[in-house]
């Protein structure tokens, strides 16, 4: 290695200092960065893999893991640093200077990684002897305070509680579990979450069996006092982080008073501090510590929130901003469209709506992700569906967790942006061929899965969609829809009923049928995916829920949605008898 690089790792061995691996890494690199020599490469490795990688799934499985990870524009994976490059002369380099050094910092890092990569990278198991040296080091760091941040500290001594543990080793165990404690006693912080209540993660709730009773009772009766001081100054945040575990242990003991009571606390502290907020952060405060009622079963509080979330809906839709975008479109561009969309005769006119207005999904999905890269924000964060009365319905989730929740959001609002096309469609089409009732409704009932009982009540509801009776049109075709998907399951072989609780039969319901196998293998995936959601899925428009359920305010019976209705009729309508 040059000079510079000696140097540097001569300085490290100086009287001990607070750093991180991050900090020396940054040095090592800069005082090394034209050495090529192995020791040199060694040192570099060394600082530059990434500590607690497990919790981000590596395909190393190990507990160090690569800085960065990316996809190059060939379609491949790269990794820095790559595990190829750890082999037996960097291992041996590492296991020396694990012994050599008095930096326990540096001394952790190599042993540390002489026993976790070895195996993953040149297939051979370490002494069980570089584990001990690995534990004695961590607690070295941790007990002198080493560590330039306290997070990191508790990285390091959940790291040797762990390794102890693997181990089986009694003596370290023990240590480690001591050490933790007085970790905490030293840098914990009541405003501070993330600086106690680790103790009683690792130890109480793991059921950790070499924890004494004394140390037991001492992390509990700290988390309860912690609970009642944070409960009173702090944020309803801090509490629950407090409480939950809590709640959590005393459930485990079936103290059901105690998890009432501790519950009671934290779901206090986010009603409370509710009454100064805005209403839209109230609802998503409120519906948080709803969540936290149900998950320990106290419905009782559960249900008071709810009737909390519903009083303040109406002032988080008053809150809401409206925000919209216009674009020109030229006559001639529309003209043009329209000519292509009714071009031959009725019937393949009908036919041609009814196809091209199916959105296809994997198209959408293509978008959502495009529009991630150039919004990654956007795409971060949940995002809270609310209706008309401010009433929380579905959350979408982030892209990485929910993207076919993203999906369903994009394809809500697609439609919306499409519902200009599909009006301007219609009504070429009415303009064209003088459509009335009688041809329309006999174009969709040449169908076989409308049944001879229900034609009059379609033709009632195309001829009040002509008539721009809106309201009356969606309430008769949105049940003569789900009838007909029911009558093609039945068609097809598949069952259209369920067993319910008092043992009897009862029809499933639309969304369940439009899941069914028979279904999708008829209307293919697309447009099964479009049924659902605009028609029973909350993520979406939902529309047959929220007519039938009597939820849809006046304002939603409207020529967009009807257009939809009518639409999904026409789709309906391309099922027919096979000649065969």
């Known amino acids: 290695m040059n000079d510079e690089l000696a140097r540097l790792l001569k300085e490290l061995?100086?009287?001990?200092?607070?750093?991180?691996?991050?900090?020396?890494?940054?040095?090592?690199?800069?005082a090394s960065e034209?050495?090529?020599s192995p020791e040199a490469i060694a040192e570099r490795l060394a600082f530059g893999f990434c500590e607690n990688y497990l919790d981000k799934q590596n395909s190393w499985s190990t507990y160090f893991g690569p800085m960065m990870v990316w996809v190059s524009d060939d379609g491949n994976s790269y990794e820095?640093?790559?595990l190829s490059l750890v082999d037996n002369d960097v291992i041996e380099y590492w296991k020396a200077r694990s012994l050599n050094t008095n930096n326990p910092i540096m001394k952790a890092r190599y042993s540390g990684l002489v026993w976790d990569l070895s195996e993953a990278a040149i297939g051979n198991k370490p002494d069980y002897k570089v584990a001990i040296d690995y534990v004695n080091a961590l607690l070295d760091v941790a007990d002198e305070n080493l560590c330039e941040h306290p997070t990191e500290t508790i990285t390091k001594i959940t790291r040797a509680y762990k390794v102890s543990s693997a181990l089986n080793n009694d003596e370290l165990i023990k240590k480690s579990i001591e050490s933790a404690i007085n970790l905490e006693d030293r840098i914990a912080e009541d405003d501070k979450a993330g600086l106690w209540g680790f103790c009683f993660d690792l130890f109480v709730l793991s059921k950790c069996q070499h924890l004494s009773d004394a140390q037991k009772k001492k992390l509990i009766e700290d988390l309860e006092s912690r609970l009642v001081r944070v409960s009173k100054d702090?944020?309803?945040?801090?509490?629950?982080?407090?409480?939950?575990?809590?709640?959590t242990y005393y459930h485990s003991k079936r103290m059901d008073a105690d998890v009432s009571r501790v519950i009671d606390i934290v779901g206090h502290c986010f009603e409370n501090s509710c009454e100064e907020l805005a209403a839209m952060q109230a609802s998503s405060w409120l519906q948080h510590a709803h969540d936290i009622y149900i998950s320990f079963d106290m419905k009782d509080s559960a249900e008071r929130v709810l009737r909390k979330?519903?009083?303040?809906?109406?002032?988080v839709v008053e809150s809401m901003q409206e925000f919209s975008h216009s674009m020109e479109i030229p006559k001639e561009k529309l003209d043009a469209y329209l000519e292509s969309m009714t071009s031959g005769d009725i019937e393949t006119t009908l036919n041609r709506i009814a196809v091209q207005f199916i959105p296809k999904k994997d198209q959408i999905e293509q978008q959502v992700l495009e529009l991630a890269k150039s919004n990654p924000l956007t795409y971060l964060f949940t995002k809270t569906l609310q209706d008309y009365k401010g009433r929380p319905v579905a959350t979408i989730g982030g892209i990485e967790d929910d993207l076919e929740d993203n999906v369903i959001h994009q394809l809500s609002q697609n439609l919306s942006i499409a519902s200009f096309f599909l009006r301007h469609s219609f009504n070429k089409t009415l303009e064209v061929y003088e459509l009335n009732a009688e041809i329309l409704s006999g174009f969709i009932l040449a169908s076989p899965i409308f049944e001879e009982s229900k034609k009059g009540i379609v033709k009632k509801g195309v001829q009040a969609y002509l008539e721009a009776d809106y309201m009356s049109a969606i309430h008769i075709l949105v049940p003569q829809a789900e009838a007909a998907i029911r009558i093609?399951?039945?068609?097809?072989?598949?069952?259209?009923l369920r067993k319910n609780r008092q043992g009897g039969l009862q029809l499933r319901t639309f969304d369940d049928l439009l899941r069914d196998e028979s279904a999708e293998n008829c209307f293919g995936a697309d447009t099964s995916f479009y049924f659902r959601m605009l028609l029973t899925d909350q993520r979406g428009w939902n529309v047959r829920n929220d007519v039938c359920h009597g939820i849809s305010p006046a304002g939603a019976f409207n020529y967009s949605t009807a257009d939809r209705i009518l639409h999904v009729m026409l789709c309906l309508s391309q099922v027919r008898e096979s000649n065969a």
């Open 13 to 30: 061995e100086q009287p001990k200092e607070k750093t991180s691996e991050h900090s020396i890494s940054s040095k090592v690199n800069k």
């Open 34 to 36: 034209e050495d090529q």
């Open 80 to 82: 820095s640093p790559s």
């Open 234 to 247: 702090y944020s309803p945040w801090v509490s629950e982080s407090a409480g939950v575990p809590l709640a």
């Open 309 to 315: 979330v519903s009083e303040v809906g109406l002032e």
């Open 488 to 496: 093609l399951v039945e068609l097809m072989g598949g069952s259209t």
